[in-house]
């Protein structure tokens, strides 16, 4: 028959869980601090960093978003603010600000074409022509990163994906996924027809008439009936260059 412990035998198995538990807890401790300690070390490295080489940073799209690379993997958010250390030292948040009420007046400029609609590569385009007397070069790393702070401001700004093209939206319309695949069929030559919605997706004529009257409704897509094959066309000006429209305006 197996003798219960006795109080003591408690007393001492209680006090070597407590042991252990406050054991657990310092070696969590302990490492909490050096993580803490070895990321300010990062950062003050990183600092260093961009005092060292804040000519290419301004300057160089590539060495740029390398930067911006380096900055996230330490928690460090040199756009967070207009003030402060990165502001000083490489005026990153006046660029981006700068680029993000261009890229603003862009969009606006285009919206009667695109309805609100514009592929990101047209965007940096007119972008780069708008901004071609600076001596600072902007990449499409540049842009999102200027359109995910207009995000931040609640204004409609976002980009979505439709098949290999990246699209910015200006606009609150909510795209769904037959939106998106309409989108995707006409990057091949800039419309699509009826027919061939039924025929490339496989869907119903309703469905494919259904889509094609919202996206017209919206503003992202244009009627063209004078078609040699007689077929109403619906032409997508997101998917279309427009590079001629707006660039010095």
């Known amino acids: 028959m197996r003798r219960r412990p006795g109080i003591g035998g408690l007393q001492t198995a209680a006090a070597a869980r407590d042991q252990y538990r406050a054991l657990g807890e310092n070696v969590a401790k302990l490492r909490t601090d050096l993580m803490k300690e070895q990321l300010a070390t990062f950062r003050s490295q990183l600092e260093e960093f961009a005092r060292k080489h804040k ?6 799209p590539s060495f740029r978003s390398q930067f911006h690379e380096m900055c996230a993997k330490v928690g460090v958010d040199p756009l967070a603010s207009n003030k402060g250390f990165w502001a000083e ?16 007046e862009i969009c606006l400029a285009t919206r009667p074409l695109n309805g609100g609609l514009i592929d990101l590569q047209e965007l940096c385009k007119l972008l780069r022509q708008k ?12 842009c999102l990163r200027a359109i995910s702070k207009l995000k931040t401001l609640g204004s409609g700004f976002e980009v979505i994906s439709a098949g290999k093209k990246k699209l910015v939206r200006s606009v609150p319309t909510e795209l769904n996924t037959d939106h998106n695949q309409i989108l995707e069929l006409a990057q091949a030559q800039g419309y699509v027809t009826v027919d061939e ?5 496989s869907w119903t004529h309703g469905r494919a008439i259904d889509a094609l009257d ?5 503003g992202l897509a244009m009627i063209d009936d ?9 032409w997508f000006p ?9 660039a010095d305006n």
Do not use: M, P
């Open 89 to 104: 030292l490489l005026g990153i948040g006046d660029f981006y600000y700068e680029l993000g009420v261009q890229i603003v």
């Open 131 to 142: 901004r071609k007397h600076d001596r600072e070069a902007v990449s499409e790393d540049d």
């Open 238 to 246: 997101c998917v279309s260059s427009i590079s001629s429209f707006g």
């Open 197 to 201: 919605v039924v025929r490339r997706l």
């Open 214 to 218: 919202t996206l017209l409704d919206e």
């Open 226 to 234: 004078g078609h040699r094959d007689g077929k109403r066309c619906y």
């Open 55 to 60: 000519n290419d940073i301004r300057k160089n």
